[in-house]
């Protein structure tokens, strides 16, 4: 079984930046991919964006492209999102979730276990 936490959301105004971590623990010689999904009141769950294993591979929604960086340290357990030119619209609760396998990348089917999510809210 894999624990996931994340931190580091909060309050930020437009054209601000904000890094989220999501520290694992629990798992013993899994190699997860790793991935970033969000969810606004009222929406459906959105991905953001997801990273390899080995960091060889990403992938960023469109939304998000150019502006957020998905990165990890496995030494740590730990992946980060760096979220630059935040806009208002990227206000949500956003997941963190580990995969074992991942085809398309996109959809939440893929991945095995998830974080209890952390707040980020920017204002105009």
């Known amino acids: 079984q894999e624990r996931l936490v994340e931190s580091g959301g909060g309050l930020v105004q437009a054209g601000g930046s904000l890094r989220l971590s999501c520290a694992a623990s629990?798992?013993?010689?899994?190699?997860?991919?790793m991935g970033w999904f969000r969810q606004a009141p009222g929406k459906e769950r959105e991905f953001v964006a997801a990273i390899s294993f080995k960091s060889a591979n990403t992938r960023y929604a469109d939304s998000v492209k150019g502006r957020f960086t998905i990165s990890r340290d496995n030494a740590k357990n730990t992946v980060y999102l760096q979220m630059n030119s935040l806009k208002p619209e990227d206000t949500a609760v956003y997941y963190c979730?580990?995969?074992?396998?991942?085809?398309?990348?996109?959809?939440?089917?893929?991945?095995?276990?998830w974080g209890p999510g952390t707040q980020v809210t920017v204002s105009s």
């Open positions: 979730a580990a995969a074992t396998v991942l085809t398309l990348w996109v959809y939440d089917y893929e991945y095995d276990y």
């Open positions: 629990g798992s013993t010689g899994g190699n997860y991919a």
